[in-house]
């Protein structure tokens, strides 16, 4: 109890002090997670709003395939990108196992499907209910893609805060891909699995305090979105 | 085709008359409409009028495109890609993007490849027509249904169709906005739009209609000047339907 106490007090004195060491390592895991987002966004929303609209042979078993996808489990993200890009894997050339670059990757092949599966959700009663005008306006499904991102922008972006709440949360992939190196590819969730199996509660504590404001921070952003989205969407 | 070069300078500048040969449409396994052979002329407003389920809805979206008829076919008097663009069509329950009201009348006009530097203009312009200019900056979904049926009028009147489908454009509004909806069909068609509308209110078919066509499960009974078909329908269905007894 003693211990914990004290773990306390120190992790809020790393935090309010703005150690450098645990700055460093919060920094990098917002630029990685961050990074992973953008990309996973450039290609899950169209792909799962051009799933909303089109029409065509095998679109149940595509909606399967990225719902189950959902539940990926991170270490194996981790391990496939791994073998990808290790030095006798097809991408090995470009040397990025072990970098950042590695670990946005890997994050961003974990939440496109949760990007794509969510977005169809969110998108489709949208489609429903636009088909029939957009067609009359003479616009088809490509051009629909477009209308329904923008259309549906406030819902989105809580579709954005569940993806970088995934990706900020993980473990498994950034660990795998990133290996873990000190003052190089060490996040909030690698650190504090090192440093609790070493001892070091404190930094482990001022970490995970950081990751659960991080992640509460999110939360009320997505609740005030869905604020605005009620007073637009009518 | 050695003079299709000339023959498209001889494009004819309407997309109307507009018929209609033997149209039918299934749809699963019954009979929505059967050989529905129309001709829709320039000039005042067309009427269809019939009891629910008489297959007037259906018929306008076949004849918009928005649907396949399974017999038949919609003839206009240009090639269908180029009547399409010239055409509008305003629905039951109006469908407003999740934006401005000024973005709404926008959206179609970028849609029809209006040129950027007239949108503006057009949109005011529409916007005043339906009386909704000082609205522009809010969201559309946020009007009252009358006025949301109006933004969606006013958003067709943009495009400046040549021709404007009305599907019941007033059903689901109280009175003072039925009356809105009204003189704002009645301006455009005064400007020369040719208005095709559904209706199953007769009191409002005798306000707008230049001429009725009647419709009765699925089969056009009647097609007449407004004037004569409420003074002496042909069809003894249609007379019963102007009682106000039960066809259906």
Known sequence: MQDLASAFTTAFGLILSLDPAVLAIVALSLRVSLSALVLAALIGLPL??????????GRGSVITLTNALMGLPPVVVGLLIYLLLSRSGPLGSFGLLFTPTAMIIAQAVLITPILAALTRQVLEGMWEEYAEQLRSFGAGPWRAVPTLLWDGRFLLLTVLLAGFGRAAAEVGAVMVVGGNIEGFTRVMTTAIALETSKGDLPLALALGIVLMAIVLGVNALAQGVRGIAARWAG | MPRAGLAEMRAPDSILPLRTDGLGFNAGGAEILSDVSLKITAGAPTLLIGANGAGKSVL??????????????????????????????VFQRPVLLRRSVLANTLYPMALAGVVREDRDARAEAALALVGLADRAADPARKLSVGQQQRLALARAAALQPELLFLDEPSASLDPAATRAVEEIVLTLAQRGTKIVMTTHDLAQARRLAG??????????????????FFQQPASATASAFLRGELVW
């Open chain 2, 60 to 89: 306008l979206r076949l004849l918009h495109g928005l649907l396949k008829p399974s017999a038949g076919r919609v003839f206009w008097a240009m090639p269908i890609d180029l009547a399409a663009r010239r055409q509008a069509m």
């Open chain 1, 48 to 57: 799962g709003a051009l799933l909303a609209v089109a029409r065509f042979p």
């Open chain 2, 211 to 228: 001429d009725v066509v009647f419709l009765h499960r699925g089969n056009v009974l009647e097609q007449a000047p407004a004037e004569a």
